[in-house]
Antibody, heavy 120, light 107 residues
Framework: QVQLQQSGPGLVKPSQTLSLTCNVSGDSVSSGSYYWNWIRQPAGRGLEWIGRIYTLGNTNYNPSLESRVTISLDRSKNQFSLKLTSVTAADTAVYYC????????????WGQGTLVTVSS | IVLTQSPATLSLSPGERATLSCRASQSVSTYLAWYQQKPGQAPRLLIYDASNRATGIPPRFIGSGSGTDFTLTISSLETEDFAVYYCQQRSDWPPYTFGPGTQLEIK
């Protein structure tokens, strides 16, 4: 069973870069069994898919965020990461990492969530 | 694809039957999932491909529908079922999209 453990700062200044990491256990990010995703949820609101990465490093992003988002893999550490540049208060949200089984392609395992606040 | 959910809030008592609706702005075939989210927790996958229960999900959770109209039925509510429920489509992406959620609260 996949387990996802998130890490990263909870406070980011406006115009700076948000960086989060998701450590994977129970499978290898290189196995090809899962897509690795980031999803966010502003307080009291719904869920927004940010993007995903696959074992070869190929990525897909939400067009609304694509110009500011980078998702990457670190195979040596068995983790994947999110970078979101030029953040504003509108990027304040709980950020989740989540896996998608390549057979089902739904979000089956989730990290614990990280509240990221954008404020000076 | 825009997903709308109704009602926004549903107030019921334990033991009652809950019916939650999700409508898509265009056909998603059966490429739709339902998630449950409790306060302070990540969402949990309940139903995938419209009607298949995910691993470990009890049989009181029943998904149905195809095309643009979908229903999640909880046949007899347990106290742990009171939560927010989201639908999500994977038919036309990027992006994957979620509905705004239905809050299921205890009456």
């Amino acid at each position: 069973q996949v387990q996802l453990q998130q890490s990263g700062p909870g406070l980011v200044k406006p115009s700076q870069t948000l960086s989060l990491t998701c450590n994977v256990s129970g499978d290898s990010v290189s196995s090809g069994s899962y897509y690795w995703n980031w999803i966010r949820q502003p307080a009291g609101r719904g869920l927004e898919w940010i993007g995903r990465i696959y074992t070869l490093g190929n990525t897909n992003y939400n067009p609304s965020l694509e110009s500011r988002v980078t998702i990457s893999l670190d195979r040596s550490k068995n983790q994947f990461s999110l970078k979101l540049t030029s953040v504003t208060a509108a990027d304040t949200a709980v950020y989740y990492c989540a896996s998608q089984d390549t057979r089902l392609v739904y979000f089956d395992y989730w990290g614990q969530g990280t509240l990221v606040t954008v404020s000076s | 694809i825009v997903l709308t959910q109704s009602p926004a809030t549903l107030s019921l008592s334990p033991g009652e039957r809950a019916t939650l609706s999700c409508r898509a702005s265009q056909s998603v075939s059966t490429y739709l999932a339902w998630y449950q989210q409790k306060p302070g927790q990540a969402p949990r996958l309940l139903i995938y491909d419209a009607s298949n229960r995910a691993t470990g999900i009890p049989p009181r959770f029943i998904g149905s529908g195809s095309g643009t109209d979908f229903t999640l039925t909880i046949s007899s509510l347990e106290t742990e079922d009171f939560a927010v429920y989201y639908c999500q489509q994977r038919s036309d992406w990027p992006p994957y999209t979620f509905g705004p959620g239905t809050q299921l609260e205890i009456k």
